[in-house]
């Protein structure tokens, strides 16, 4: 498609040449954008129709399954949010829930890369879509020279992923049969595998999970009514008590 | 479907808090970078939250019921393909099928 630049110079000035313009920043930025949206968009279209599904089975709306992946776009609280809301829990339950089960992306503040995306809108559109998948592509080692505006691109496109496919799985969810039960298990699912991916990530660091995982059950045991808020409390207080008392000793790196 | 209304508060009550939680700590980004204390935890905190949401998720299985064998077959394939393949995809669409088939057909109430 593209036309050399030897062929279009062998003309003696071709009458009204587009000026040579700085290479198209737009469309390119945005091709580059998709092909590493892809591989996320895999995992986000099918946990989006189960996502959808799930809101019709639930008996919410399907517009409901569009509004919360477009606004509250955040794909593990989300699932969360279907039963607060079938079960009418209270707004400030909510808004705790929210908080406990989003605060993981106050870190992402550390070292996702805002500095590089120009502008206001950008930037109040980049922390609006700053999703898991987002904060993982743009701090990986190969996202290191993405100029702002890609990275703009790679949140938009996951964003409609999540968004189109939420909306068709609610559409299409009314069609699953009355005795088909048990997608839930999808927010399960992404948890063990996201739990997995964690741990492996902290390279042999076993006694975190293992104080999440105590932490979890005491919460479940003793505050069953608030249990994750008292799990995550639990476990940010086991995490300092660890902190400070190995402070004491020379670290290993 | 609960009231209308009450449905819209939520999804926008969801989103006012995920996302000052995604663009307040900017503000905040120096003292933030240069604190032990955030270091440490924001290298331990991601594993620490998914095993605890995971907990949840699993918190109202019964001990006594055999339909209790669903999640745990379902958790057992999930886990199992994952540590296989490191497919995040399809573990999850694994295990949710496993457990689709098996809450539906097998252990039915």
């Given at each position: 498609m593209n036309i050399s630049p030897a062929v279009a110079g062998s003309?003696?000035?071709?009458?009204?040449?587009?000026?040579?313009?700085?290479?198209?920043a737009g469309p390119s930025e945005a091709r580059a954008a998709f092909k590493e949206s892809a591989g996320a968009g895999l995992g986000f279209i099918p946990l989006g129709l189960a996502f959808g599904a799930l809101v019709t089975q639930s008996?919410?709306?399907?517009?409901w399954a569009g509004l919360s992946a477009t606004?509250?776009?955040?794909?593990s609280f989300e699932f969360l949010l279907i039963g607060m809301v079938t079960a009418a829990a209270p707004l400030a339950a909510i808004a705790l829930s929210a908080f406990m089960v989003n605060v993981?992306?106050?870190?992402?503040a550390l070292s996702f890369?805002?500095?590089?995306v120009t502008g206001r809108l950008g930037k109040t559109y980049a922390t609006f879509a700053l999703c898991d998948e987002a904060y993982a592509l743009t701090t990986?080692?190969?996202?290191?020279?993405?100029?702002g505006r890609r990275i703009l691109w790679l949140q938009l496109f996951l964003h409609l992923y999540w968004a189109v496919s939420a909306v068709a799985g609610a559409l299409l969810?009314?069609?699953?049969?009355?005795?088909?039960?048990?997608?839930?298990f999808a927010l399960t699912a992404m948890f063990t595998v996201l739990a997995l991916d964690a741990v492996r990530d902290l390279?042999?660091?076993?006694p975190t999970p293992a104080l999440a995982l105590v932490s979890a059950l005491a919460a479940r045991l003793l505050f069953p009514g608030q249990m994750l808020l008292a799990a995550f409390a639990l476990f940010t207080a086991a995490l300092l008590a660890r902190h400070f008392t190995n402070g004491r000793k020379p670290t290993r790196a | 479907m609960p009231d209308t209304r009450y449905a819209i508060a939520a999804v926008l009550v969801a989103a006012a808090v995920t996302w000052g939680l995604r663009a307040l700590p900017f503000a905040a980004l120096t003292p933030l970078r240069a604190s032990s204390i955030v270091q440490y935890l924001s290298t331990r905190m991601p594993a620490g939250v998914m095993v605890i949401l995971l907990v949840y998720c699993l918190?109202?299985?019964?001990?006594?019921?055999?339909?209790?064998l669903a999640p745990l077959i379902a958790l057992a394939v999930t886990v199992g393909l994952h540590l296989w393949r490191r497919n995040a995809l399809l573990s999850i669409l694994g295990g949710t099928a496993a457990h689709v088939i098996l809450a539906s057909a097998v252990f039915a109430p």
């Amino acid at each position: 498609m593209n036309i050399s630049p030897a062929v279009a110079g062998s003309r003696s000035r071709p009458a009204p040449a587009p000026a040579p313009v700085p290479p198209a920043a737009g469309p390119s930025e945005a091709r580059a954008a998709f092909k590493e949206s892809a591989g996320a968009g895999l995992g986000f279209i099918p946990l989006g129709l189960a996502f959808g599904a799930l809101v019709t089975q639930s008996g919410l709306d399907w517009w409901w399954a569009g509004l919360s992946a477009t606004l509250a776009f955040g794909g593990s609280f989300e699932f969360l949010l279907i039963g607060m809301v079938t079960a009418a829990a209270p707004l400030a339950a909510i808004a705790l829930s929210a908080f406990m089960v989003n605060v993981r992306h106050v870190f992402y503040a550390l070292s996702f890369p805002l500095h590089r995306v120009t502008g206001r809108l950008g930037k109040t559109y980049a922390t609006f879509a700053l999703c898991d998948e987002a904060y993982a592509l743009t701090t990986g080692k190969q996202a290191r020279s993405w100029p702002g505006r890609r990275i703009l691109w790679l949140q938009l496109f996951l964003h409609l992923y999540w968004a189109v496919s939420a909306v068709a799985g609610a559409l299409l969810g009314s069609l699953i049969p009355e005795g088909v039960t048990g997608l839930d298990f999808a927010l399960t699912a992404m948890f063990t595998v996201l739990a997995l991916d964690a741990v492996r990530d902290l390279r042999g660091d076993l006694p975190t999970p293992a104080l999440a995982l105590v932490s979890a059950l005491a919460a479940r045991l003793l505050f069953p009514g608030q249990m994750l808020l008292a799990a995550f409390a639990l476990f940010t207080a086991a995490l300092l008590a660890r902190h400070f008392t190995n402070g004491r000793k020379p670290t290993r790196a | 479907m609960p009231d209308t209304r009450y449905a819209i508060a939520a999804v926008l009550v969801a989103a006012a808090v995920t996302w000052g939680l995604r663009a307040l700590p900017f503000a905040a980004l120096t003292p933030l970078r240069a604190s032990s204390i955030v270091q440490y935890l924001s290298t331990r905190m991601p594993a620490g939250v998914m095993v605890i949401l995971l907990v949840y998720c699993l918190r109202d299985l019964s001990l006594t019921q055999t339909r209790t064998l669903a999640p745990l077959i379902a958790l057992a394939v999930t886990v199992g393909l994952h540590l296989w393949r490191r497919n995040a995809l399809l573990s999850i669409l694994g295990g949710t099928a496993a457990h689709v088939i098996l809450a539906s057909a097998v252990f039915a109430p």
